[in-house]
Each structure stands twice: as C-alpha cells, then as structure tokens.
C-alpha cells in the first residue's frame, strides 16, 4: 500500500483507527490536527498519571506511523492549506462533526465536486442519513444504542435480574474500533472500484450500525417474531456447553467442550464420575437444559486444580482449556513476545510498549516506521508548523 496516500482528520478514536490501518498496511498518512491538538492526546493513559499531550498511550498507539501537521482549518488559509493536501492524495478519512467540515469547505459532496477522485470516508455515532443522524454521540452511546451493550454480559454470564444487572459496555473503545475497522476495509474496496472507473466516491459509516452488524447471533431472532433473544437466561439460545469461566486454585481459566466428542474426553479427564454419564450430561442438549447445575459441578472439580494444572490436562486430552489471562500476564506471555504482539517504544526517555500488528506478512513484514507526531516537535517526529507535513 505504500503508493496510497492518505489524510486523516479525527479527533476520536475511529477514524484514528482506520487510517493507522491504513498506515500500517504501508499507506502514507498524514494527521492533521487543529491547533488545541487532537482530544486523543489528553484522554492518556499517562506515565505516572501525569497528563502530557506527547506521552498519550491512547494517541500514540493510534497515530504510529503517521506524519503530522497542524492545520486551522476554520480559517481561511487553514483550509486551503487542507485542500491543496486532499488535491493530491487518495483517501480523506475523518470523524469530526459536520460543521467543522462544513467551516473547512470539506463536506463531502464539496470535496467530491473539487476532487472527483478522492475516497472520502466520514465516520460518525450515527452516520450521515436517517432521523437519528443529527444526535450527538459517542463510543459509549453508540454501543448502547447498537444494542450491544443490552446483550452484555453475553451467554453464560446473561444477567437473571434486569433491574439489579444494567446493561454493561466493554472496557474498549468497542463500537469505534469496530467501525474503524469496518471503514478500512470499505476504503480498500473503494481503492479498488476506483482502478476500474476512475472516480473516487464517499463512504458513510456509522458507530452504531458497525456494532450492530457484529451481532449475528443475538440480531437475527429479532426478525423471527417470538424468538427474540434477550439477557435472561434462555436455554434454547444457551448453545453447547460447558462453554465458560471456571474458579480454581490460583485463578480462573476458560473452558470449551461443546461437543460429544470434547464431552467424553473431559469426563475421562475428571476420572469418568457417574454424574458425568447420567442423563443430564450425557448429550448437547441435556447440557445446554442444565448447564447452571453443569457450571457448579465442574467449578468444585476445577478447584482441586491449579490454572497450569488445568491447562496441562486439556493439552493431555485434547481439549479447549486455557488459563484466564489479565492484561499484564498476555502481555508478559511466552507467546505473546515470540509474536511481536507488542512493540518497544519509548516515551521520552522511558520505555514502554504497544500492541503491533496482529497479522503475520512474510514478504512485507510490519514494523513501527515512526512513532506518532509531537505535539511539541523537538525533533523530525514533530508536527509541523501551519501548512507543512513533517
């Protein structure tokens, strides 16, 4: 991808997300950011929790491998400084609220009259059409109103008590990296309709719908008239199990035997007890109708056993049986450093790491280019001043 060439105006987490994509894969970026500098850079998280627009974990995960430049671009020359970059580039990815396009003269039915070429991809809570897309929103309203947050916990953790248990939202920026992603992808697709027709076009995308098209299995009952899924237990949408957390010695650790198959393995595993074998176990659906009494039988077994101990049978066995993972323990795994899932970096002169790329490309490894633009350049990974890209 390195031939693309790509301007990303954002102030939030999406249209961030979909243009370091973009970066990664080789496109050359560049960020603009208004003269307050992007809201990303003050949102941390910070070293020692002292707030600094440089040392945004938040920003510099999402802006790596970009340049930058600061652009005010409700004034006249900022604007026209922003145009003359969208003359000669590919695709304009941007998250900001319609007016502030507007004020730059970059809506994009302007931009697409003045530059017929150009991939124009707007990301919004809500998008561009319908009666809900002049409300105001956010990454926590537009999960909410996906109908995400509503399925939250999901199956076999579904809420019993509606009242007691509220819907619950992921500690992620869930719906916009969900819609970042999906913007990527439309933008690729764009890039390559535009090989054949020569014309650029605008990519609408919306928070909400990115979150709600992500729900397969809870969305589609919603148009079978009386099966519609909901957080309270139901058995005929439980599915296979055992198929959840389990409490052991020195943790937790997940648990999938969903089939026959994997059933009979973990009964041999536990040393073929008779309740294993009985009616109530015996088969996938006499599971699924009991798996509450099923959870509490395996939870008293698993707590004889250690997580290593419990990984190490389902290895012997054959089975999905995994250690529960908290942040610092995937991040110091064996597995996760043989696979580079994440990257030294420094802030200052402390070291930190980030996530990198999660795809493997042999011929065209990926690699952190350049970290993200100053906010006060002391160096070339500086922003540059009004009108040049560093």
């Not at 973009?22 to 020692?48: M, N, S």
Request: one cysteine or more; proline letters at 8%.
């Amino acid at each position: 991808m390195g031939a693309l060439s790509v301007v990303e105006f954002g102030e939030g987490t999406a249209a961030a997300y979909t243009a370091k994509l973009l970066a990664d894969f080789g496109a050359d970026v560049v960020k603009v950011e208004r003269p307050q500098g992007d809201p990303t850079r003050r949102r941390g998280p910070f070293p020692d929790g002292k707030p600094d627009p440089d040392a945004s974990g938040l920003f510099m995960y999402l802006n790596a491998n970009k340049r930058g430049v600061v652009l005010d671009v409700e004034a006249g020359e900022g604007a026209e400084a922003l145009d003359r970059l969208l003359k000669s580039v590919d695709i304009f990815v941007t998250d900001v609220a319609p007016n502030v396009l507007r004020a730059a003269g970059c809506d994009p039915e302007a931009l697409r009259r003045r530059h017929p070429r150009l991939i124009v991809a707007t990301l919004s809570p809500f998008g561009r059409g319908g009666p809900w897309s002049d409300w105001r929103g956010d990454e926590l309203i537009a999960y909410a109103a996906s109908g995400m947050a509503y399925g939250t916990p999901g199956i076999p953790d579904a809420a019993e008590d509606l009242d007691g248990e509220p819907p619950l939202h992921p500690s992620c920026f869930a719906s916009e990296t969900i819609a970042g992603a999906s913007a990527a992808v439309a933008v690729m697709t764009a890039v390559t309709g535009r090989r054949h027709t020569g014309e650029g076009c605008h990519l609408d995308l919306s928070f909400q719908a990115a979150s709600a098209a992500v729900q397969i299995r809870d969305l589609m009952p919603a148009s079978y008239g009386s099966a519609v899924y909901n957080r309270l237990l139901n058995p005929t949408s439980i599915g296979r199990m055992p198929n959840f957390y389990l409490s052991c010695q020195d943790g937790y650790v997940t648990i999938a035997a969903p089939m026959d198959i994997h059933w009979n393995r973990l009964a041999e595993a536990m040393g073929n007890p008779e309740w294993a074998r009985s009616a109530d176990f015996a088969t996938e659906p006499a599971r699924a109708r009991n798996w509450i009494e099923l959870r509490e039988r395996l939870a008293t077994w698993a707590m004889g056993c250690t997580r290593a101990q419990l990984q190490s049978i389902g290895e012997r066995y054959g089975l999905m049986m995994f250690p529960f993972h908290s942040i610092r323990q995937m991040a110091e795994s064996d597995h996760a450093r043989d696979r580079a899932s994440l990257v030294d970096f420094s802030v200052g002169n402390r070291p930190a790491q980030m996530p990198g790329a999660p795809f493997k490309m042999a011929a065209t490894p990926w690699s952190l280019r350049r970290p993200a633009p100053r906010f006060s350049p002391e160096d070339d990974a500086g922003i540059a001043p009004i009108g040049e890209v560093a």
